[in-house]
């Protein structure tokens, strides 16, 4: 189950809406074995593309950087889809490298609702999971 404060929550919808039409995407840091997420790091999308996303190699190369000093871990990492439903694709599914990560997804096809779903992905297999919106001191994940 992914835990997640409203803050967090609201942060991963603002990004996507602000990105729309194309596709959003980051992570939310925290503290490394924790499993809380903490920390949310917009990123640019290389492709500036409705229908994929790319982290920025250097972008990367700092945030991964950043966490490193600061002792933390991607615990979320998170993206949007414009046109299609919030589960992941082949392409999504193919580049799911981190597996302690919750993978979130925000769908932003429809105007004044939104599609928020977390999954796990290890080894081309796909679980998705419940997200539960907690108190900020709730949101450890334990």
Same mark, same amino acid.
């Given at each position: 189950?992914?835990?997640?404060?409203?803050?967090?929550?609201?942060?991963?919808?603002?990004?996507?809406?602000?990105?729309?039409?194309?596709?959003?995407?980051?992570?939310?840091?925290?503290?490394?074995?924790?499993?809380?997420?903490?920390?949310?790091?917009?990123?640019?999308?290389?492709?500036?593309?409705?229908?994929?996303?790319?982290?920025?190699?250097? @972008?990367?190369?700092?945030?991964?950087?950043?966490?490193?000093?600061?002792? *933390? !871990? %991607? /615990?979320? $990492?998170?993206?949007?889809?414009?046109?299609?439903?919030?589960?992941?694709?082949?392409?999504?599914?193919?580049?799911?490298?981190?597996?302690?990560?919750?993978?979130?997804?925000?769908?932003?096809?429809?105007?004044?609702?939104? @599609?928020?779903?977390?999954?796990?992905?290890?080894?081309?297999?796909?679980? *998705? !999971? %419940? /997200?539960? $919106?907690?108190?900020?001191?709730?949101?450890?994940?334990?």
């Amino acid at each position: 189950m992914l835990k997640l404060s409203q803050q967090v929550y609201d942060a991963l919808v603002a990004h996507a809406r602000r990105d729309h039409p194309d596709e959003a995407c980051g992570l939310v840091t925290g503290p490394a074995g924790s499993d809380a997420a903490v920390r949310v790091v917009p990123m640019a999308n290389a492709e500036r593309s409705p229908t994929f996303y790319r982290f920025d190699a250097a @972008e990367q190369l700092k945030v991964w950087r950043e966490m490193d000093d600061r002792d *933390e !871990e %991607p /615990v979320v $990492i998170y993206h949007s889809h414009t046109a299609t439903e919030a589960y992941p694709s082949r392409t999504d599914i193919s580049y799911a490298s981190e597996p302690h990560a919750h993978y979130v997804l925000v769908s932003t096809r429809e105007p004044e609702s939104v @599609e928020f779903r977390s999954y796990r992905i290890l080894e081309g297999v796909v679980t *998705e !999971e %419940p /997200v539960q $919106i907690v108190d900020p001191a709730e949101s450890s994940g334990t």
